[in-house]
């Protein structure tokens, strides 16, 4: 089974409640049908009442098999008014501005995953990251245990003409611009527990650069160096190596002539990208030009789970970005 469908799989198996911030866009709609349908998910649609109502009969879909918030109307905007303006009221937040950021249906979706009315959110499809994140940030906030938000893509090699197939993760692809020490650990740190969690695997991380194993001298080497060493302290057990140009942590070939001795022996599952640049145009490159399935950017370190969309993503994409956060939901549910 290719690893995206074991993914549905699991997340049908006990389907959480996924609120669409995002609920009028058509691929979004298209995406909540076919949820609701297959029993991935129970899809809670935020956004226009009338607009979404006639989409979804226009779709075939029976609107009374679907939980429609519009802001302007649901019962919760009062109760979701005042909770936010408890929330944000040191940070000088106003009655109206709290009254605007329940208007939106960005805020109105992720106080429904803090108030419990869902399990997790998907947005992003149309709205930025940036505003995705902040709201995200400001309403549901920082798990306790977490120093840093940071995010991912699942990338899925699947087709015929992939010679290597899998998932992988590549970090952070979406949110930290530029890392520092304590900032890369963090971040390799919590996508090797993403790994496990998502794919079932134990991780093998590549801490990527320009340099393999000491064949260049420059300060941003040094600093992955140094992140590589930190999450070897933290966690002793981790298979890490680092620092890696990618073609060492991927083929197993040239990890023998570049790296020998190396942990992950060009199998690694777990790719940190020492900066946002690298890894953004990592990810679309793998996805563009390789083929790759790219799913995210999936956020890491959040009290409970929310994730955004690139804006040019398609209903596939929302779809298996439903599933990702159900089975995020799932490991939260079981404490993990």
């Known amino acids: 089974m290719k690893p995206l469908d074991r993914l549905i799989e699991r997340a049908k198996a ?5 609120v ?6 058509p691929r979004v709609l298209a995406a909540a049908v076919r949820a609701e349908r297959d029993g991935l998910a ?3 649609l935020v956004g226009d009442r009338t607009a979404i109502t006639a989409a979804l009969a226009t779709r075939g879909a029976r ?8 802001p302007a ?8 008014v005042a909770r936010y303006l408890h929330l944000r009221s040191r940070k000088g937040a106003s009655e109206a501005d709290a009254q605007a950021a329940m208007a939106d249906p960005m805020g109105f979706a992720a106080m429904m995953v803090r108030e419990d009315e869902a399990d997790g959110m998907v947005g992003g499809a149309v709205a930025t990251t940036a505003h995705t994140v902040r709201v995200a940030l400001q309403i549901i906030g920082r798990a306790p245990e ?5 995010s991912f893509f699942l990338m899925m090699l699947c087709a015929p003409e992939h010679k290597k197939k899998g998932a992988f993760l590549f970090a952070d692809c979406g949110l930290v611009v530029e890392p520092d020490v304590d900032q890369l650990a963090d971040i390799a740190l919590a996508t090797a527990r ?6 079932g695997e134990a991780p093998r991380v590549a801490m990527l650069s320009f340099s393999t194993m000491g064949s260049a001298a420059h300060a941003r080497i040094d600093r992955v160096r140094a992140a590589t060493e930190k999450v070897r302290a933290a966690a002793p057990e981790l298979a890490i190596d680092g620092e890696l140009q990618f073609d060492a942590a991927f083929v197993p070939g040239v990890s023998s002539a570049k790296a020998p001795g190396s942990m992950t022996r060009g199998e690694a599952n777990v790719f940190i990208f020492p900066n946002l640049e690298a890894g953004n145009i ?3 490159i793998a996805q563009r030009i390789g083929g790759a399935i790219a799913i995210g950017p999936i956020l890491q370190g959040l009290a409970r789970p929310a994730n955004d969309l690139s804006r040019g993503c398609d209903a596939d994409d929302v779809y298996a970005m439903m599933a990702v956060t159900g089975v995020q939901a799932q490991d939260a549910a079981a404490g993990g």
């Open 42 to 44: 129970e899809p809670l």
């Open 282 to 284: 990592g990810y679309k």
């Open 146 to 150: 977490a120093k840093l938000v940071s």
């Open 63 to 70: 609107p009374d098999r679907f939980r429609i918030e519009d």
């Open 194 to 199: 993403s790994c496990r969690a998502l794919i």
């Open 20 to 25: 669409l911030a995002e609920g009028a866009d």
């Open 73 to 80: 109307d649901s019962a919760l905007t009062e109760r979701f």
């Open 14 to 18: 006990a389907p959480r409640r996924i």
